[in-house]
């Protein structure tokens, strides 16, 4: 597993900040070698910081692609790979030291060689938190 991370404030204040990923991994199991597969992944967050305001955006986008796996039938049958396309959105705010509102709503979308293993996600999320901390 390798990551590499820039982070980067943008300003004084600190009220504006981005993150931006590379990921490698390489899986192996220690049996068949069904499980074996290659990830490369890039992902990108702004996030916007003004108490009691906390704005957050996030993207990101993978493939995967498998060593043993295949798709489909016939002589030689072609690796299985998977693509996966992620975004988000969250914002909260602070109503008082231990009560924050907040709502969410995130995107996953995942394409594969195998039609069974490729979807779409909508998922939205409203809630109040508390905190026994101050």
Do not use: C, M
Request: hydrophobic residues 35%; proline residues 3%; without cysteine.
């Amino acid at each position: 597993d390798l990551e590499v991370r820039f982070d980067l404030t943008w300003d004084a204040a600190a009220h504006w900040q981005t993150s931006t990923r590379l990921n490698r991994v390489h899986y192996g199991d220690n049996g068949s070698g069904y499980f074996n597969y290659r990830e490369q992944k890039i992902g990108q967050d702004l996030e916007w910081r003004n108490d009691p305001w906390l704005v957050r955006i996030g993207a990101s986008a993978s493939r995967v692609d498998f060593s043993v796996q295949t798709v489909g039938l016939g002589i030689e049958p072609p690796a299985r790979i998977t693509d996966d396309y992620v975004a988000s959105i969250h914002a909260e705010r602070k109503l008082s030291p231990r009560w924050t509102v907040y709502g969410s709503y995130s995107w996953e979308r995942s394409r594969s060689n195998d039609v069974f293993a490729s979807y779409v996600v909508n998922e939205g999320l409203l809630g109040l938190r508390w905190s026994w901390e101050k």
